[in-house]
């Protein structure tokens, strides 16, 4: 199959609420199209690491989050274009129910996309009146087209064919296909949702699980024909975002990459590479050293808490960063990556692991969350991130918090709640000289000041190193 009338087929798969199965169903149908040969482009609407994790693991290409948000519209668009380019159909998984979210919600990317949806609906403990949730949600918005119903967890064939009985006497809508209630469709949770693809002990027996339920109860014809049936839509293709990035080639960037630290927007390495940057992972469990010719470290965020004695053990790396600290490497860090800066991190039982201890304050797991949603950040001081003034949009979404209050002058963000009014303006994060790290996520794709400015500082800090740079010129960040 080929994508040759650039009609960029493709398909939301969206739920009535989250638990909808619609990772399962997502995940299903893509590795049922890879066993017929047909290349998916995936990605996860909002800002979600571990899904995105699991479409790129079954579809053997990088899937990217589509974020309003984080992104922009244009920037959105942009990215769907130019990942899809090269695949045969596009599928896209949605975040929470279809109209949760408000201006961020999976119908209103459907409507941006102009995409066909196929409803996922939790069907345990419901007979006939999945008809009436299912004609709430067609006249709902009538610029949703829902072209297709997956009814998810029944319990067999015969509640199948109730519910289907029902849901065509009342609606238009097709049933294209139902899964099973299986254990071996439940991937375990923790505190931050999902275990991880990096964990990977169960993974390819679900994946494989959820192909099989696709093959035997889904019309995948029915679903090829909506996706190669899209309509094409408008996009201004003279747009780039890449314009305004800077240039700066034989610079080296050395990111966390293993599985305590995962959580991070591969697009963020993409634009990294379109500047020139060479980028290296390295792995904080298992790495003994970083290369001597970096010039910038990137800490991203991730289960460092899980994974809290192999990351204090690991004493040779800790030297290693601490030495490059030291030195003036410019260090960028986000969540995880925050509490490894940390002096210690404090787990449930109370036991403390030695971090890094560059930011001088512990971090301890709470049994709620502590940040969580959209954020706007506005810089207080001139950083290794930028200016002052600058505004940065990212989320958060974390159970940790540090122990003590740090003191304001090193709290470099203004944070604000992207819902005005639910949470008060506060100072967050930590930045001193060539640091910057906080809770904050942030895509550099709306975010390109940051990722200019970072790169900036490393190309002085490369200078510095050569002896091409005076201390004055290098600067106080």
């Not at 080929?2 to 399962?24: D, E, F, H, M, Q």
């Not at 403990?125 to 829902?146: Q, Y």
């Not at 692991?353 to 949603?373: A, E, Q, T």
Request: net charge positive; proline share 3%.
């Amino acid at each position: 199959m080929s994508n040759k009338n650039n009609r960029y087929p493709r398909l939301v798969i969206s739920g009535a609420s989250s638990s909808s199965c619609k990772t399962t169903t997502t995940i299903g149908l893509i590795e049922a199209l890879k066993r017929k040969n047909i290349s998916v482009q995936s990605y996860k609407i909002g800002p979600d690491y571990i899904d995105t994790a699991y479409l790129t693991y079954v579809s053997g290409r990088t899937a990217y989050n589509l974020d309003f948000w984080l992104m922009g519209k244009k920037n959105v668009q942009y990215t769907f274009f130019e990942k899809s380019a090269d695949a045969d159909i596009s599928i896209i998984e949605g975040v929470m129910g279809l109209f949760d979210g408000g201006d961020c919600s999976t119908a209103e990317m459907v409507k941006l996309l102009n995409a066909p949806v196929l409803l996922c609906i939790n069907c345990e403990k419901i007979g006939e009146s999945i008809s009436a949730i299912i004609e709430g949600f067609i006249n709902f918005d009538r610029k949703i087209k829902i072209a297709g119903l997956i009814l998810a967890k029944v319990s067999g064939s015969g509640h199948y064919e109730l519910l289907k009985e029902a849901i065509e006497k009342r609606t238009k809508t097709r049933v294209l296909g139902y899964l099973i209630k299986d254990e071996k469709l439940v991937v375990k949770e923790r505190h931050l949702g999902l275990t991880t693809i990096f964990e990977k002990n169960q993974t390819d027996l679900f994946i494989n699980n959820a192909a099989d339920q696709v093959e035997q109860y889904f019309d995948l014809e029915k679903i090829l024909d909506i996706a190669f049936k899209s309509t094409n839509f408008y996009f201004d293709k003279n747009y780039s975002p890449y314009t305004s990035l800077s240039k700066h080639n034989n610079i080296k960037v050395a990111y966390s990459f293993d599985n305590s630290f995962n959580f991070f927007y591969h697009q963020n390495i993409d634009i990294l590479k379109k500047m020139g940057v060479e980028c290296a992972p390295f792995s904080p469990l298992n790495g003994k050293s970083l290369d001597s010719d970096i010039d910038l470290l990137i800490l991203w965020g991730g289960f460092p808490e899980i994974f809290a004695k192999q990351l204090s053990d690991n004493k040779s790396l800790k030297k290693d960063i601490l030495n490059y600290h030291s030195q003036g490497m410019p260090i960028y860090a986000e969540c995880g990556g925050f509490i490894y800066l940390c002096r210690n991190y404090i787990d449930s039982e109370g036991k403390k692991y030695p971090m890094l201890g560059i930011i001088p304050v512990d971090i301890k797991l709470s049994d709620r969350l502590k940040g969580f949603g959209y954020k706007l950040a506005q810089t207080r001081f001139n950083t290794i991130i930028g200016n002052a003034g600058i505004e940065i949009r990212g989320h958060e979404f974390h159970h940790s918090y540090p122990v003590e209050e740090l003191p304001d002058e090193f709290k470099p963000y203004i944070l604000k709640s992207k819902q005005e009014g639910r949470v008060k303006d506060k100072f967050d994060g930590f930045a001193d000289n060539n640091l910057f790290a906080s809770y904050l996520h942030i895509n550099f794709i709306d975010n390109q000041v940051v990722v200019n400015s970072l790169v900036k500082h490393a190309s002085f800090y490369k200078k510095k190193k050569q002896g091409n740079c005076s201390l004055t010129s290098f600067g106080k960040y």
